[in-house]
């Protein structure tokens, strides 16, 4: 409840706030420090927003030249211009007189380049020169390597298949069709042994070149495998990309060279049959082996006692030709025989040395 203020009390209050005043005015006056203080205080504002107002710039410089619909004319032209270049390019065919021959030159001239050998990756180079060089490695199968140099000659021929019993050269010949290719890294071996072999060549054939010719080597295949053949022609056929014996070089070129080998452990009977059925496989160049007679073997003897520096006595060159039989294994166990009874030329000379009278050591 508000009480009613007296005269007296109405003094008293007058009389306080006189004191108080009073008291402020003895006090010194802080308005010169408050008036530095804020003229400081203002000085170091204006520079702290002209630093910000610097360090903005360049950003709204950066954003002016980021901001595309800033960007001058000409550089939206050349963009244009760029890409309908591109376009150009990858919708042109290689087929094209200009672009396609443009592209086969420089392709040419890099690969000439790098394997330090001019027109690298020209097609026409002989392909029937390896089985020239079969020649000094594989004896006694004058009449096959003369069929195989004919079919390399024909570049229609895309697969040629090799066809005898173990041992009478085919892997051999192989070896050297590897070695002596004009283009090595074009060079693909297959074992058909192997776990799905039929696809292992589909997933060769998007890999081959267009530099030079491509070979592709398929070992161990039987009688029994001859359906394959077809599904090969087949698998070949399906791409437009490979074409043999054309005249547009921007085809890839491929020849296929399969190893037939046929077991002559079973009858004659079985062995002829064999053969027969192999020389019709469609599709394919058909090469057959000659069997290899005793006589044959002294060369194999020979030329593996060369390559591994060894030499042989008379008396171990008879066991070796004794216990071998060419109809059945032709070459293939010699080179063991071989390695297991030659000695080296220079243990041999120091034999006979110590055998003379006159260098005993006594």
Not at 46 to 66: H, N
């Amino acid at each position: 409840m508000a009480t009613d203020k007296t005269p007296i009390q109405g003094a008293s209050v007058l009389h306080k706030t006189k004191k108080r005043l009073s008291k402020k005015r003895d006090k010194p006056s802080p308005k010169p420090w408050r008036t530095g203080s804020s003229l400081l205080q203002r000085g170091l504002r204006r520079l702290a927003g002209a630093e910000q107002s610097v360090q903005k710039r360049p950003r709204r410089d950066q954003e002016k030249q980021m901001d595309p619909k800033r960007s001058p004319l000409w550089m939206l032209g050349l963009l244009l211009i760029i890409c309908a270049g591109l376009c150009l390019c990858l919708q042109l065919d290689e087929n094209s007189p200009t672009i396609g021959g443009f592209l086969e030159s420089y392709k040419n001239q890099y690969h000439s380049i790098v394997n330090n050998r001019e027109n690298y990756c020209e097609r026409a180079q002989r392909l029937g020169n390896m089985a020239i060089q079969a020649r000094h490695h594989v004896f006694h199968q004058d009449l096959a390597l003369e069929q195989l140099e004919q079919a390399l000659e024909n570049t229609t021929h895309q697969i040629i298949a090799l066809v005898g019993s173990s041992g009478v050269g085919k892997s051999l010949t192989a070896s050297v069709l590897r070695n002596h290719f004009p283009w090595p890294e074009n060079v693909k071996t297959l074992s058909w042994d192997t776990a799905r072999p039929l696809r292992r060549v589909q997933s060769m054939l998007p890999n081959l070149v267009h530099c030079g010719q491509n070979l592709i080597l398929i070992d161990n295949m039987t009688p029994k495998d001859a359906q394959d053949v077809q599904e090969i022609h087949e698998l070949i056929r399906a791409r437009e990309e490979i074409s043999n014996g054309t005249q547009q070089p921007h085809m890839k070129q491929l020849t296929v060279v399969i190893m037939f080998s046929v077991n002559r452990l079973q009858s004659d009977e079985a062995f002829k049959a064999d053969m027969k059925s192999l020389k019709q496989l469609p599709h394919a160049h058909v090469i057959a082996y000659a069997p290899l007679e005793p006589i044959h073997l002294l060369d194999c003897i020979r030329r593996e006692a060369s390559i591994e520096g060894l030499q042989l006595d008379d008396e171990i060159v008879e066991e070796i030709l004794r216990g071998s039989d060419p109809s059945f294994s032709g070459c293939k166990p010699i080179r063991a025989k071989v390695l297991l009874y030659g000695k080296r030329a220079i243990e041999s000379d120091n034999t006979d040395q110590k055998l003379e009278p006159g260098n005993s050591t006594d």
